[in-house]
């Protein structure tokens, strides 16, 4: 079993910064991709930015130029910084992460969910 453990959510001004994390610690032989995703009230769970195939980072349009994905891989720690955030940007962010278990099997595991509120 994983667990993601996430932090650094909370309520920003419009033109502000934040700085997520997601710890990901438990049974986890390799990480295979990070990333995260957000929900805002009454509608559906989005792709903020993320790994695909290990390295590459994958952004969402909307975030593209202010939000810059990383990854620590000797911690198993994926980061999200966000700059320049707007009012739009207001939602719970989820930490999203696939593992490779020892059989080869892929397995995907959601953090809890961190609010990020920004005021206009």
């Known amino acids: 079993q994983v667990q993601l453990v996430e932090s650094g959510g909370g309520l920003v001004q419009a033109g502000g910064s934040l700085r997520l994390s997601c710890a990901a610690a438990g049974s986890i032989f390799r990480i295979h991709d990070m990333g995260w995703y957000r929900q805002a009230p009454g509608k559906e769970r989005e792709l903020v930015a993320r790994?695909?195939?290990?390295?590459?980072?994958m952004y969402a349009d909307t975030v593209l130029g202010r939000f810059t994905f990383s990854r620590d891989n000797a911690k198993d720690t994926a980061y999200l910084q966000m700059s320049r955030l707007k009012p739009e940007d207001t939602a719970v962010y989820y930490c999203?992460?696939?593992?490779?278990?020892?059989?080869?099997?892929?397995?995907?595991?959601w953090g809890q969910g961190t609010q990020v509120t920004v005021s206009s």
């Open positions: 790994t695909i195939g290990g390295s590459s980072i």
């Open positions: 999203n992460v696939v593992v490779i278990g020892a059989t080869g099997n892929l397995d995907t595991y």
